[in-house]
């Protein structure tokens, strides 16, 4: 029998990092030292008393469900954390916690858009932004943003990207994969454009932890009340607590499309996983010690890291201001090596020089790379020079 797919998962693009996952799994099999830089997770534990908080909950039989949306105690924890932090007041009907902040931005969209609605995205992008998107049949519109303007767009840009059907702006700061952050001035001048034609604004702020330098992270939606009342934030504990394995992410936003959201996971997934959501009140209720321990250690990194980089043949980068990754330019590396692609030159690091990063294309900008430095300084260190000594040898 043939079995003839949903259209909906056929408009799909495959991951173009599971060629280059694959081969280094191969080539680790053989015996090969290959150093992954793909890693989009801290390299940290999860703090202790988060682990001991979920354990004790366990203990105490606290095993059963919870309402689809997240637990009470749960939802004041995050709010409490967002007054804390962004001095926004949201009530537990304005929030709603799923099964990470993937499973948050997949349930806003099936809830939000209708076949052929625009959702205005900036490239470079999250892989899984279009293609969830996709999935609840809009349409991705694609603005981008340039190199020289430090990967974003301007308000210009965005003016012109909306049309009728637009019903969504993605905002991504600190962005993955560039590690850019929008300071409030320019927040506050693409928020006019979304006012002024009514879209709403999907603000992941899941890296809002990880700043450097004398950078700071502006939320879009405690720019004015007006704002807030268009912008559906997201986050969740994944990267700031390093529990990317434990699933709770949140949204929080207008209370008709939170009710939307929570009656679609009641049928869907059903609550978050009760230990996680234990686990996650103690990560915003308890000691945020871990938390600065982890941003320290990824700035250090960085720090040291990226003065090597920049001093490879052909390759120029961006210094990141949040996040974990560097997104060098490497076209023309990829040229003086020989290379056609980028995408080519990836592949030829991989099998010559044992060093697996993920190809630009992935995420709209074909002539660059993504590099995560949520690894040891001494992986980062042989990683680089690799890189160094493989462009070296290639242009002699």
Not at 18 to 43: F, H, N
Not at 184 to 203: F, M, N, P, R
Request: proline share 5%; aromatic share 8%; hydrophobic share 40%.
């Amino acid at each position: 029998m043939t079995i003839h797919l949903a259209n909906r998962v056929e408009t799909l693009t495959p991951s173009t990092t599971l060629a280059i996952t694959a081969k280094a799994k191969e080539l680790r099999a053989q015996g090969m030292d290959v150093i992954g830089l793909g890693a989009g997770e801290p390299d940290f534990n999860t703090p202790n008393n988060i682990i001991e908080a979920a354990y004790r909950s366990m203990k105490e039989g606290k095993t059963k469900y919870t309402p689809a949306g997240g637990s009470p105690e749960l939802k004041q924890a995050i709010i409490a954390k967002l007054k804390k932090d962004q001095g926004l007041e949201y009530t537990p009907a304005e929030v709603i916690v799923g099964n990470g902040a993937k499973h948050i931005l997949y349930t806003l969209f099936q809830v939000l858009l209708n076949p052929d609605d625009e959702v205005v995205i900036p490239t470079p992008y999250w892989v899984s932004y279009p293609e969830q998107v996709k999935l609840a049949g809009g349409v991705p519109v694609y603005v981008d943003g340039e190199e020289q303007q430090d990967f974003k767009i301007t308000p210009e840009q965005l003016e012109e990207a909306i049309t009728p059907k637009t019903k969504a702006f993605i905002l991504n700061s600190p962005s993955n994969p560039t590690g850019m952050l929008y300071t409030k001035d320019e927040l506050v001048a693409l928020g006019e454009i979304c006012l002024k034609h009514q879209v709403y604004i999907v603000s992941d702020e899941i890296y809002e932890k990880l700043i450097y330098g004398d950078n700071s992270h502006t939320s879009i939606a405690e720019i004015s009340q007006d704002l807030k009342e268009i912008t559906i934030l997201i986050n969740g504990v994944s990267k700031s607590h390093s529990m990317t394995g434990w699933r709770i992410g949140y949204a929080a936003g207008d209370k008709q499309l939170i009710a939307a959201m929570t009656d679609l996971a009641s049928h869907s997934t059903s609550n978050p996983t009760t230990t996680s959501q234990f686990g996650a009140i103690e990560a915003y209720n308890g000691s945020q010690a871990a938390v600065e321990t982890m941003r320290t250690a990824f700035e250090e990194r960085l720090n040291i890291i990226y003065p090597k980089l920049v001093s490879i043949p052909g390759v120029t980068c961006k210094k990141p201001q949040g996040a974990f990754y560097l997104f060098p330019n490497v076209k023309e590396a990829a040229t003086l090596t020989g290379y056609e692609t980028v995408d080519q030159f990836v592949a030829g690091l991989l099998e010559e020089a044992l060093v697996a990063v993920v190809p630009g294309s992935g995420f709209g900008s074909a002539d660059n790379i993504r590099l995560s430095y949520a690894t040891s300084l001494e992986n980062l260190e042989e990683a680089i020079k690799r890189i160094h000594t493989f462009v070296q040898n290639k242009i002699k």
